[in-house]
C-alpha cells in the first residue's frame, strides 16, 4: 500500500489521472491524494482522496502537509506550485525521517532557480548563456548610459511567476515608470509575501532576447543525476502558460539540459525556458518543480508519473517512459467538471 500526494493541484486534473494511470499500470495499491487551498479547484474531484489547505503563504501551510501525511501511509510528495517548494524544501528531513521522499531539490538548490537574479552567476559558471541582467534600476540606467545594453529591456520580479509584474521598456523614461510599475503591481499580491527581498529589490532588469522560445524540462534521478529531457518548441501562451506547442528532439538543447541536471544536480523534476536568437541558447527561466507544459510530452509518450512510482517503490523503470515521440504539435483545451458543493461522489473532501 502507497499513497502519493500532489500538492497545489489547482486545475491539473491531467496530472493527477497521470498518476492515477501510473498505479494501474505498475499494479500499485493506494491513493493518490490531492491538495490544494481552493475548495473550488477542479483537480479535488479527481483526487482519490483531497485535501483543502490553508494558502502557500500562510505559516499554517506546511502544518497542514505534515498533517495529512500523518493520515495516510504517503510515500511521496510531488508540489506543484512555486509558492510552496521552499517551505517544503526546507522541511526535507522532517518528511524524511516519516519515510517519505519531496520531489523538489534541497533547499540552496531551489533559491538557484527562484531567484532569476542569481542565473549569470550560478548558470554562467559552467557556460550556459542568461540574459545581461541588472537588480537595480540604478545599474541598469548607467549601464544604458554606457552603451553596455541596449533597449528594449523586460523588468519582472526576481521571483516571478504567471508573469505578474512584467514589463518592457524602449527608453530611459520607459524604463523608469515601467520599474514604478512592476514595483506597485507585486506590492499586493502573493509574490510580495513570498518574497525575501522588499519590493523596490525584487525587480530585475535584463536585455530582451529575441528568436525562436523552447520548454526544456529536465528530470534528475533521486540522486540527483541526470536522467531525461524533453524539449517543446513555444508556439503560442496564454495566461503565462505554453498553449500551443510541438515536441522536437534538438541535440544544443539536450546537451544544454544535461548539463543544467549535471551541474545544479536538483532532485526531480524542473522545467526551463530557454530562447534562441539565431547564434546563443539563453536560459530565461527555470521552475524546480513539474510544470504544465510536462502533459504535452505526456501525451507524446513520455510517462514521469510511471517513472516516479517505480522509484518509490522499487521497480524496473522502462526507459520508453523517459522519451517523447518529436514532431507532434499539441494545443491546449479547457474541460468542465462538475463541483460537488456538499458531497463528493466516492470522493472525501476534507479540511485539513
Not at 510552496?84 to 533559491?111: C, H, M, W
Not at 503591481?185 to 527581498?197: M, R
Not at 526531480?268 to 521552475?287: A, L, P, R, S
Amino acid at each position: 500500500m502507497m499513497d502519493i500526494l500532489l500538492t497545489s493541484t489547482a486545475r491539473r486534473i491531467d496530472f493527477v489521472e497521470y498518476f492515477q494511470e501510473a498505479y494501474k499500470k505498475l499494479g500499485i495499491e493506494g491513493n493518490v491524494i490531492t491538495a490544494d487551498p481552493d475548495s473550488n479547484a477542479p483537480s479535488l474531484q479527481q483526487g482519490d482522496i483531497s485535501y483543502v489547505t490553508p494558502h502557500q503563504a500562510q505559516p499554517e501551510y506546511v502544518d497542514a502537509i505534515l498533517s495529512i501525511c500523518e493520515k495516510h501511509p504517503i510515500k511521496g510528495i510531488i508540489p506543484i506550485n512555486d509558492l510552496e517548494i521552499s517551505l517544503l524544501a526546507n522541511n526535507r528531513k522532517q518528511l524524511e525521517s516519516r519515510g517519505i521522499f519531496l520531489f523538489t531539490s534541497y533547499p540552496d538548490v531551489v533559491d538557484k532557480m527562484r531567484d532569476k537574479g542569481k542565473y549569470e552567476e550560478v548558470l554562467g559558471a559552467f557556460g550556459v548563456k542568461t540574459p545581461r541582467t541588472f537588480t537595480s534600476l540604478e545599474s541598469a540606467v548607467r549601464a544604458v548610459d554606457k552603451k553596455e545594453i541596449l533597449f528594449p529591456l523586460i523588468l519582472k520580479p526576481r521571483n516571478g511567476q504567471a508573469s505578474i509584474g512584467v514589463e518592457t521598456a524602449s527608453s530611459v523614461k520607459e524604463l523608469n515608470n515601467a520599474y514604478s510599475r512592476a514595483v506597485e503591481n507585486i506590492k499586493g499580491t502573493f509574490l510580495n509575501q513570498a518574497a525575501v527581498e522588499k519590493p523596490e529589490n525584487n525587480i530585475i532588469i535584463q536585455e530582451a532576447v529575441k528568436g525562436e522560445k523552447f520548454s526544456v524540462d529536465i528530470f534528475n534521478n533521486l540522486q540527483g543525476e541526470y536522467t531525461a529531457s524533453f524539449i517543446r518548441k513555444q508556439l503560442a501562451m496564454r495566461g503565462g502558460d505554453v498553449d500551443q506547442c510541438k515536441t522536437v528532439e534538438n541535440n544544443d538543447l539536450t546537451e544544454l539540459a544535461e548539463k543544467i541536471g549535471t551541474h545544479l544536480g536538483h532532485i526531480g523534476y524542473i522545467n526551463t525556458d530557454v530562447y534562441y536568437n539565431g547564434e546563443n541558447y539563453y536560459v530565461i527561466d527555470m521552475n524546480p518543480r513539474i510544470g504544465g507544459g510536462y502533459s504535452f510530452s505526456h501525451e507524446a509518450g513520455a510517462d514521469i508519473p510511471a517513472v516516479i512510482s517505480a522509484m518509490l517503490t522499487g521497480r524496473e523503470i522502462n526507459p520508453e517512459w523517459l522519451s517523447q515521440e518529436a514532431e507532434i504539435e499539441y494545443a491546449r483545451h479547457d474541460r468542465a467538471v462538475p463541483l460537488y458543493k456538499q458531497t463528493l461522489k466516492k470522493k472525501q473532501l476534507m479540511t485539513t
